[in-house]
């Protein structure tokens, strides 16, 4: 096994690494939620001289060689691209992650009130384990619409002022009966509801729900929102606070949702330095990765295909044919995140081909589930290609899959883009705690990781 990559850190690189580290970790708390994360995007690009596409196609502006633009698909999914020197039909250099991470959602009829405390009911989003969110502080994020077409912006406890919110457990003398469930049955579902008020509204009866009322009420005097508008509203329930430096040595970070957004936001950074690419390079953050890449903001929809056709457009080409050159002629990194191994937990991993923490990226030939079912499986002659520019680039890498054979399994985006006939790879950071309430990530992968963005942005075959 390779030696920690610590170890090969002089001053310069420890100072780079410890701007980017601060820097993510800042990302992290700005964007909790995809929507969140789109608008930090869009934010972050525009600094760097990225345009709005759709500006381009308004204007009847030509594209070419070193500008930089930007799409946004219902403020939840965003491509950067910056048109290189060569013809886009030779291919594009792209990076792919996703922005959303499992969380719980606020159902559409959510509000009630049962023996004096008031309740959100919900619906959770992607695989967790349901027991490891209760009893610990909840904040709210997301977004309300109303009919007349304005929209409130909902944050509530994130500041230190703000109230939170909790998901109670059972007091363990009275849990013998739910102590002999398996894990999965613990908490239901439908109990995962968070608890947000017990202050009756002064002047109305116990039968009046006046509890309920009280919060109706604060909502109406702060954001304007009556209960008619939770049918339209995208509330996301999330752990509350900041990201954090784990351990005595600062070298790991404590956060939410570090699956994937390690990896979209070390992309966003790599794309953002990335000046005069020989290629198009071009980074692309979607929506819905948790849940099977669907819907209109998921990889399967036709957002990036459609976008790719508007800049070729704008380049001069405007055949289908075009089209289909550029996607089969690109390559890319499906930058998606690695479970990393834990000695805790060693029994479900095959330690050969592990990833571990503050290894270096983790590149994954194959995901999927058992036989590699639902799997993008890498040429050997990409994995070359990959090694060289790693090599290069003085990256510092490792090869693994994702535990034991039959011990689970998972999957990403890159079989979707595969389908382009594209050369496509999983790379990312390994992950301790994935899927959990709060994750582990080492700071140096997450320095390696923007290191080897960088490097494969500027290749040019």
């Given at each position: 096994m390779a030696e920690s990559i610590w170890n090969g850190y002089g001053g310069g690189a420890l100072d780079e690494l410890g701007k980017i580290s601060d820097r993510y970790k800042m990302c992290l708390d700005e964007g909790k939620t995809e929507r969140e994360c789109a608008s930090l995007i869009v934010r972050e690009a525009e600094k760097?001289?990225?345009?709005?596409?759709?500006?381009?196609?308004?204007?009847?502006?030509?594209?070419?060689?070193?500008?930089?633009?930007?799409?946004?698909?219902m403020n939840k999914s965003v491509a950067l691209f910056n048109i290189g020197r060569r013809p886009l039909t030779e291919g594009m250099n792209i990076l792919g992650a996703h922005t959303d991470s499992p969380r719980l959602d606020i159902k559409q009829n959510p509000l009630y009130e049962t023996e004096g405390l008031a309740y959100l009911d919900t619906h959770y989003y992607g695989g967790i384990k349901k027991y490891q969110w209760v009893s610990i502080p909840l904040a709210i994020h997301g977004v309300v619409c109303r009919k007349?077409?304005?929209?409130?912006?909902?944050?509530?406890?994130?500041?230190?002022?703000?109230?939170?919110?909790?998901?109670?457990d059972l007091l363990v003398h009275l849990a013998g009966r739910q102590m002999e469930k398996t894990a999965s049955g613990v908490i239901e579902g439908e109990s995962l509801d968070i608890l947000i008020g017990n202050r009756p509204l002064s002047g109305l009866g116990e039968k009046e729900e006046a509890v309920r009322a009280n919060v109706l009420s604060l909502l109406k005097e702060k954001y304007g929102i009556e209960e008619e508008d939770l049918a339209s509203a995208e509330l996301e329930v999330v752990p509350a606070g900041k990201a954090r430096d784990l351990g005595f040595d600062r070298s790991m970070i404590l956060a939410y949702a570090q699956?994937?957004?390690?990896?979209?936001?070390?992309?966003?950074?790599?794309?953002?330095?990335?000046?005069?690419p020989e290629r198009t390079a071009c980074t692309l953050l979607v929506d819905k990765e948790e849940i099977g890449s669907v819907g209109a903001t998921?990889?399967?929809?036709?957002?990036?295909?459609?976008?790719?056709?508007?800049?070729?457009?704008?380049?001069?080409?405007?055949?289908y044919i075009a089209l289909k050159r550029t996607m089969a002629n690109s390559c890319m990194l499906s930058s998606d995140?690695?479970?990393?191994?834990?000695?805790?937990?060693?029994?479900?991993?095959?330690?050969?081909?592990?990833?571990?923490?503050?290894?270096?990226?983790?590149?994954?030939?194959?995901?999927?589930?058992?036989?590699?079912?639902?799997?993008?499986?890498?040429?050997?002659?990409y994995?070359?290609?990959?090694?060289?520019?790693?090599?290069?680039?003085?990256?510092?890498?490792?090869?693994?899959e994702l535990g034991k054979v039959d011990a689970g399994g998972g999957g990403t985006i890159a079989y979707i883009m595969a389908n382009y006939g594209m050369q496509v790879i999983d790379s990312g950071v390994a992950v301790l705690s994935m899927h959990a309430p709060f994750e582990v990530?080492?700071?140096?992968?997450?320095?390696?990781?923007?290191?080897?963005?960088?490097?494969?942005?500027?290749?040019?075959?």
């Amino acid at each position: 096994m390779a030696e920690s990559i610590w170890n090969g850190y002089g001053g310069g690189a420890l100072d780079e690494l410890g701007k980017i580290s601060d820097r993510y970790k800042m990302c992290l708390d700005e964007g909790k939620t995809e929507r969140e994360c789109a608008s930090l995007i869009v934010r972050e690009a525009e600094k760097a001289g990225y345009r709005d596409l759709s500006v381009y196609i308004a204007e009847g502006r030509s594209l070419g060689p070193g500008d930089k633009v930007y799409s946004v698909c219902m403020n939840k999914s965003v491509a950067l691209f910056n048109i290189g020197r060569r013809p886009l039909t030779e291919g594009m250099n792209i990076l792919g992650a996703h922005t959303d991470s499992p969380r719980l959602d606020i159902k559409q009829n959510p509000l009630y009130e049962t023996e004096g405390l008031a309740y959100l009911d919900t619906h959770y989003y992607g695989g967790i384990k349901k027991y490891q969110w209760v009893s610990i502080p909840l904040a709210i994020h997301g977004v309300v619409c109303r009919k007349d077409g304005t929209a409130v912006t909902v944050c509530i406890g994130e500041d230190e002022n703000d109230p939170v919110f909790v998901i109670t457990d059972l007091l363990v003398h009275l849990a013998g009966r739910q102590m002999e469930k398996t894990a999965s049955g613990v908490i239901e579902g439908e109990s995962l509801d968070i608890l947000i008020g017990n202050r009756p509204l002064s002047g109305l009866g116990e039968k009046e729900e006046a509890v309920r009322a009280n919060v109706l009420s604060l909502l109406k005097e702060k954001y304007g929102i009556e209960e008619e508008d939770l049918a339209s509203a995208e509330l996301e329930v999330v752990p509350a606070g900041k990201a954090r430096d784990l351990g005595f040595d600062r070298s790991m970070i404590l956060a939410y949702a570090q699956d994937d957004r390690v990896c979209a936001f070390t992309s966003l950074f790599a794309m953002l330095q990335t000046e005069e690419p020989e290629r198009t390079a071009c980074t692309l953050l979607v929506d819905k990765e948790e849940i099977g890449s669907v819907g209109a903001t998921g990889m399967h929809s036709r957002f990036f295909e459609n976008t790719v056709a508007e800049i070729l457009a704008l380049c001069g080409e405007k055949d289908y044919i075009a089209l289909k050159r550029t996607m089969a002629n690109s390559c890319m990194l499906s930058s998606d995140v690695s479970a990393g191994y834990d000695p805790l937990y060693a029994d479900v991993f095959e330690k050969r081909s592990s990833a571990f923490i503050s290894r270096g990226v983790s590149f994954n030939k194959f995901t999927g589930v058992k036989g590699k079912s639902g799997s993008n499986d890498t040429g050997a002659e990409y994995l070359a290609l990959i090694r060289r520019i790693m090599d290069d680039a003085d990256v510092r890498y490792q090869f693994s899959e994702l535990g034991k054979v039959d011990a689970g399994g998972g999957g990403t985006i890159a079989y979707i883009m595969a389908n382009y006939g594209m050369q496509v790879i999983d790379s990312g950071v390994a992950v301790l705690s994935m899927h959990a309430p709060f994750e582990v990530t080492s700071k140096a992968d997450i320095y390696e990781a923007v290191k080897c963005y960088r490097a494969f942005l500027k290749y040019a075959r």
